[in-house]
């Protein structure tokens, strides 16, 4: 997953949207920590959940972002500024912000097994592009495999 994870944060530019869908301690955080190593960031990735966003600088800036607490309030902090930011934002529990989401975003869905893992002890990741953009990109990225 941390292999894939920055696989996938080399692939991507400024603007970038990821939504990570999933269980609590299903992986999300630390999805985003091989992501992060993807952006050229070498600092500790924290769970932003109390802190709504924290901010990374690498070769693009990253905002990882934990909207569970937001609720039903996405303007209690200036989440634009970040989706339309210099960087690339990767948004945990972002399938809670429903139509505040933009129309564009690729979507991870971690899908735990009963113990957790598989008997290789990995996630299953379920990738759903939302948008044109993302589409061409998934398509480009299976290409590349």
Not at 4 to 13: D, G, I, S, T, V
Not at 46 to 68: A, F, N, W
Not at 74 to 103: A, N
Request: with cysteine.
């Amino acid at each position: 997953m941390l292999k894939y994870a920055e696989h996938l944060a080399r692939a991507c530019q400024a603007g970038d949207i990821i939504v990570l869908t999933g269980e609590l301690g299903a992986g999300k955080t630390t999805f985003v920590k091989g992501f992060a190593l993807g952006l050229d960031i070498h600092q500790m990735i924290k769970s932003p959940t109390y802190t709504i966003v924290r901010e990374y600088e690498g070769r693009l800036p990253l905002y990882h972002m934990d909207v569970y607490r937001v609720g039903d309030d996405p303007d209690s902090f200036d989440m634009d500024d970040y989706l339309f930011g210099q960087g690339v934002s990767v948004i945990e529990w972002g399938e809670l912000l429903g139509k505040d989401l933009p129309q564009d975003y690729l979507e991870i869905i971690f899908d735990k097994y009963v113990d957790g893992f598989d008997a290789d002890g990995k996630r299953e990741l379920r990738v759903i592009p939302h948008g044109k953009r993302y589409q061409k990109w998934v398509l480009m990225q299976d290409n590349k495999a």
